[in-house]
């Protein structure tokens, strides 16, 4: 190459990055080895964040509008599928990094003084741009996540509070599906009744169970019982709303159904990429799920019941962010009300036309 030609040190500014491991320790004329791997994995995972927070802010955009192209939905499922990927790197450094034991990790613990890993801003922008609510996180140190934060890094924190989130363009996207309430086609009142029908010739099958005890026939009704109740209460509009305003649920009815469909009829070739992007947010919440649940079980592993760096309650408070801290629950919770595939409502076969790339054709070329 020339002098002055791009080249791979300069693209990537590998000489600025690996000079950026700074371990306290050895300022403190103290150097501990294992700090340089506890420095390189974190900043690792700071760079996998920027990438996520690059592909999950593009889908955002994607779907943050009045219109959504179906052309994108499949390049939103391939970011998406991305983010994924990286998720599953983010949880086998965990491996790398419990390499490092307790011992190890208290050479040089004194020196971090109250950096902890709370105040990774990017991973606070990512939680919230993913759909968590500021009013739903768990008190850090008795006090708001925000105050472990200035400048700069908090303004961009507090920004991504009021950005539309993940969770909020999905949940409009859904709202728009066309196919839930046709002239001919009714599909709530078609779904009740085909779950109600599932549930009858469960009821049946089991009176006819002769040899079984009474005492077996009655828990198995119960549960039986119970289910219909749940259908029932799940296919209602009044009611789902009702847990809305509670909390107890986030998207609306008219989302929550036509995630329903979406699943139901995942087959139809209009539906088929709805579908593996909505099992796609299911898989990004379940990985972090999983992040959060290793993280703590290896804090837990470092520290014990310590106090966490920031003067946190360390594994206690991580754990119960384990759940605490999921966005996309309704998507999880529909499989509850899913029925077998026989059983499903028959579609109208203008309706079937409709939802193959016919629909897809039409409408781009009207």
Excluded: C
Aim: hydrophobic share 40%.
């Amino acid at each position: 190459m020339s002098d002055g030609a791009l080249d791979y040190g300069n693209y990537l500014k590998v000489d600025e990055i690996i000079s950026l491991q700074e371990l306290v320790s050895e300022q403190h004329g103290k150097p501990a080895h294992i700090e340089m791997l506890y420095i390189v994995v974190h900043q690792v995972y700071e760079l996998w964040f920027k990438e996520i927070l690059h592909e999950l802010g593009s889908v955002i955009e994607m779907f943050d509008g009045e219109y959504v192209n179906e052309k994108n939905i499949g390049e939103a499922v391939k970011r998406l599928k991305r983010i994924t990927a990286i998720q599953s790197l983010l949880v086998e450094q965990i491996k790398v990094l419990e390499t490092m034991t307790p011992l190890e990790f208290l050479d040089f613990r004194k020196y971090l003084g109250t950096a902890s890993g709370f105040q990774s801003y990017q991973f606070r922008i990512l939680e919230n741009r993913l759909g968590l609510k500021p009013e739903e996180r768990i008190p850090y140190a008795q006090k708001s996540y925000l105050q472990e934060l200035s400048g700069k890094r908090l303004e961009l924190v507090k920004e991504s509070e009021n950005q539309t989130s993940m969770f909020e363009a999905i949940a409009a996207w859904l709202e728009r599906t066309p196919f839930l309430e046709l002239s001919n086609f009714k599909f709530v009142e078609a779904y009740r009744a085909a779950a109600n029908q599932m549930l009858d010739a469960e009821s049946s099958a089991l009176d006819s169970m002769h040899d079984l005890p009474q005492s077996a026939k009655t828990f198995q009704q119960e549960a039986i019982d119970s289910s219909r109740k749940g259908f029932a209460a799940f296919l209602d509009f009044a009611e789902h709303e009702r847990l809305v305003s509670t909390g107890q649920r986030r998207l609306s009815f008219k989302a929550t159904m036509a995630a329903l469909f979406i699943n139901v009829y995942r087959d139809e070739p209009i539906l088929q990429l709805p579908f593996q992007l909505l099992e796609t947010l299911v898989e990004i919440d379940e990985n972090f799920t999983i992040w959060r649940s290793r993280h703590a079980v290896m804090v837990h592993r470092m520290l014990g019941r310590k106090v966490g760096t920031g003067q946190s309650s360390g594994y206690d408070y991580l754990k119960r962010t384990v759940d605490k801290y999921r966005v996309f629950t309704d998507l999880f919770n529909i499989s509850t009300f899913l029925i077998p595939r026989s059983e499903l409502p028959r579609l109208p076969e203008d309706l079937k036309i409709e939802l193959g790339f016919h629909y897809s054709a039409t409408k781009s070329g009207s």
